[in-house]
């Protein structure tokens, strides 16, 4: 098993950042491909970032690009997903994930409980 816990979600104005912090802990963290993924309301769940085992490989959803960076510190067991020059329509539920790398949320064997961000106009 692996749990994960995300943090730093909030309220920010459109233009500004944030960065969220997602603490694995059991199982070895380096074994697992990291992935954000996010659901707004009235949507399907949708695919941010992933990052492989050792953060050598990262890919990102096209609506992200740019804007976004996910990185990882393995001896710290925390994934990270820095975002910059946020925008309203990146408000949502924004959830850490444990797994194979992959765009699909299907392929993930573990889920943090979620973190809200809000743009405000």
């Known amino acids: 098993q692996v749990q994960l816990q995300e943090s730093g979600g909030g309220l920010v104005q459109a233009g500004g950042s944030l960065r969220l912090s997602c603490a694995a802990s059991?199982?070895?963290?380096?074994?697992?491909?990291m992935g954000w993924f996010r659901q707004a309301p009235g949507k399907e769940r949708e695919f941010v970032a992933v990052?492989?085992?050792?953060?050598?490989?990262?890919s990102y959803a096209d609506s992200v690009k740019g804007r976004f960076t996910i990185s990882r510190d393995n001896a710290k067991n925390t994934v990270y997903l820095q975002m910059n020059n946020l925008k309203p329509e990146d408000t949502a539920v924004y959830y850490c994930?444990?797994?194979?790398?992959?765009?699909?949320?299907?392929?993930?064997?573990?889920w943090g409980q979620g973190t809200q961000v809000t743009v405000s106009s």
């Open positions: 994930t444990a797994g194979s790398y992959s765009k699909s949320p299907s392929t993930y064997d573990y």
């Open positions: 990052i492989g085992r050792s953060g050598g490989i990262k």
């Open positions: 059991g199982r070895t963290f380096s074994n697992y491909a």
